[in-house]
């Protein structure tokens, strides 16, 4: 297995283990009050944007060559580092 291969395994494990957390959120959310509802919704918007720019980066990281795989992981970092200061902030909230 590559280093390419076990980048973008261990990225996805982690993408897919945030996602799964924030649906469970979601549905904490929902069974709030509701004018809470919507300050989550708003919330709730942001950490998926965050998520699927994250998600996209890392389809465009696993379509790369192998030569040129490396020059993205700085990316691929910034924006899974977004999803999860992003989705902490929720989970604090709610």
């Given at each position: 297995?590559?280093?390419q ?80 200061g ?9």
């Amino acid at each position: 297995m590559s280093k390419q291969d076990v980048y973008v395994t261990k990225m996805k494990a982690q993408l897919d283990e945030l996602n799964l957390e924030l649906q469970a959120l979601e549905l904490k959310a929902k069974e709030a009050r509701q004018e809470v509802k919507e300050k989550y919704a708003e919330q709730m918007d942001k950490v998926r944007e965050q998520s699927r720019l994250a998600t996209a980066k890392l389809d465009e990281l696993t379509a790369a060559a192998e030569s040129s795989w490396h020059k993205m992981v700085a990316d691929m970092e910034k924006l899974r580092h977004a999803f999860i200061g992003s989705f902490h902030y929720f989970k604090s909230q709610v």
